[in-house]
Structure formats: structure tokens, C-alpha cells
């Protein structure tokens, strides 16, 4: 679940660089569809306050309509609820801005009707650093599991003699993940090499 990655929102980011959140948003949001993560993307007062979800998040799902809603907490909105419900999956991963109320609400939320929860640190953000590093706190001791975005694919990848999503995979770290996507370029174009070979 994808949580107001909106202008409004990242206006007032702090805790971490918006156009390093915006990267790490597509990269996640990549991932996910590539493999094939059922996905839900949230608003909050998109016409009336915070503006359109970012526009690299929906030309990831240009199907998918963002759920808008008043509720600080997405998990209060019933069309959210019955949506993540009608999966039927009992774990869930999440990301937001701002860390510190529509992200922590929902994971507590969550965590309450007994969801296993990870939440994506580095594709959330909050308006000062101690504001997300409390509410990060908050969500581990709540039994929450944190992530950054590269570990999840990675996750999802798990084993690199798995070439179903191979290619799709280092695409999104060539694009996405810095160093380590510059070093899989480099791998390929001195000598050929790649992952799990």
C-alpha cells in the first residue's frame, strides 16, 4: 500500500531528500508490479488540499485508481479496508508520507486486526528526522518489521538462478539503486558477468 505520495505531503519533508523518497517510491512501486504484488494506492484530499499522487507512482499502475479519502489514517476508511480485505493476504507491506501519522496509523492499525506489517523506511518520510526515526521506533516496538526498498525486490528476488524476473530486476537497479546499479552496468559491460552466474 502506497500512502499519500503526494506534492502537499512531501512539501514538508525533512527527514530524507523528496527526490531520494520520489526515486524509491518508483522503485518500489516497480518492483511490486513486477512481481505481481497486489497494490493499493491511497490519497488524501487529492483535489482539495494535496494534490495528485506522484505522477512516476501512477504511470507505474495507470490502471490503478488511487483510493482518496479524508481520514488521517487510511486503515479509518472503509474503502481502503475492504479493499486490502478482499485479497485475503495476511501480510502486508506499506509506505507513506508522513511517516509519523498516515504511515505509523495504518501499520498499528494493521498489526491490530492481525496483519504481519513491513513498512519501507526509505520510500517514507516525515516532517523533521526525530519525527520519523519516533515513529519508526513506534512501529518496531509495535512488532512492525522495516525495510528499504532494495532489500524488499531483493527479497522478492531471493535467489538470482531464478531468472523469471532476473532482467526486470537489474533494470530497476540500474535506474533506482545508485552504486549498486552502476556496478551491475559495470559488471555487464567489462566482462560480461551478472548475477548468479
Same mark, same amino acid.
Given at each position: 500500500?502506497?500512502?499519500?505520495?503526494?506534492?502537499?505531503?512531501?512539501? *514538508?519533508?525533512k527527514?530524507?531528500? =523528496?527526490d +531520494? @523518497?520520489?526515486?524509491?517510491?518508483? %522503485? $518500489?512501486?516497480?518492483?511490486a508490479? #513486477?512481481f505481481?504484488?497486489?497494490?493499493?494506492?491511497?490519497?488524501?484530499?487529492a483535489?482539495?488540499?494535496?494534490?495528485?499522487?506522484?505522477?512516476?507512482?501512477?504511470?507505474?499502475?495507470?490502471?490503478?485508481?488511487?483510493?482518496?479519502?479524508t481520514?488521517?489514517?487510511?486503515?479509518e476508511?472503509?474503502?481502503v479496508?475492504?479493499?486490502?480485505?478482499?485479497?485475503?493476504?495476511?501480510?502486508?507491506?506499506? *509506505?507513506?508520507?508522513?511517516?509519523? =501519522?498516515? +504511515? @505509523?496509523?495504518?501499520?498499528?492499525? %494493521? $498489526?491490530?486486526?492481525?496483519?504481519? #506489517?513491513?513498512?519501507?523506511s526509505?520510500?517514507?518520510?516525515?516532517v523533521?528526522?526525530?519525527?520519523?526515526?519516533?515513529?519508526?521506533?513506534?512501529?518496531?516496538?509495535?512488532?512492525a518489521?522495516?525495510?528499504?526498498?532494495?532489500?524488499?525486490?531483493?527479497?522478492?528476488?531471493?535467489?538470482?538462478?531464478?531468472q523469471?524476473?532476473?532482467?526486470?530486476?537489474?533494470d530497476?537497479?540500474?535506474?533506482?539503486?545508485?552504486?549498486y546499479g552502476?556496478?551491475?552496468?559495470?559488471?555487464?559491460?567489462?566482462?560480461?558477468?551478472?548475477?548468479?552466474?
Amino acid at each position: 500500500m502506497f500512502i499519500d505520495h503526494q506534492p502537499q505531503m512531501a512539501f *514538508a519533508l525533512k527527514s530524507h531528500d =523528496v527526490d +531520494l @523518497v520520489r526515486n524509491n517510491t518508483e %522503485a $518500489l512501486a516497480k518492483a511490486a508490479k #513486477v512481481f505481481k504484488v497486489p497494490t493499493i494506492l491511497t490519497t488524501v484530499s487529492a483535489k482539495s488540499f494535496s494534490g495528485p499522487i506522484f505522477p512516476e507512482l501512477q504511470a507505474v499502475f495507470p490502471d490503478l485508481k488511487p483510493i482518496d479519502r479524508t481520514t488521517m489514517n487510511p486503515w479509518e476508511d472503509k474503502n481502503v479496508t475492504d479493499k486490502i480485505n478482499s485479497y485475503g493476504k495476511k501480510r502486508i507491506v506499506m *509506505a507513506g508520507l508522513w511517516t509519523e =501519522v498516515c +504511515l @505509523v496509523d495504518p501499520v498499528l492499525s %494493521a $498489526l491490530d486486526q492481525g496483519f504481519e #506489517v513491513y513498512f519501507i523506511s526509505d520510500a517514507s518520510g516525515g516532517v523533521s528526522d526525530e519525527a520519523h526515526d519516533m515513529a519508526v521506533e513506534r512501529m518496531i516496538q509495535a512488532g512492525a518489521k522495516p525495510m528499504t526498498w532494495l532489500q524488499y525486490m531483493l527479497e522478492l528476488q531471493r535467489d538470482w538462478k531464478d531468472q523469471t524476473h532476473y532482467k526486470e530486476v537489474l533494470d530497476i537497479a540500474k535506474e533506482h539503486a545508485g552504486a549498486y546499479g552502476l556496478g551491475t552496468l559495470y559488471a555487464q559491460s567489462m566482462f560480461s558477468g551478472g548475477e548468479g552466474k
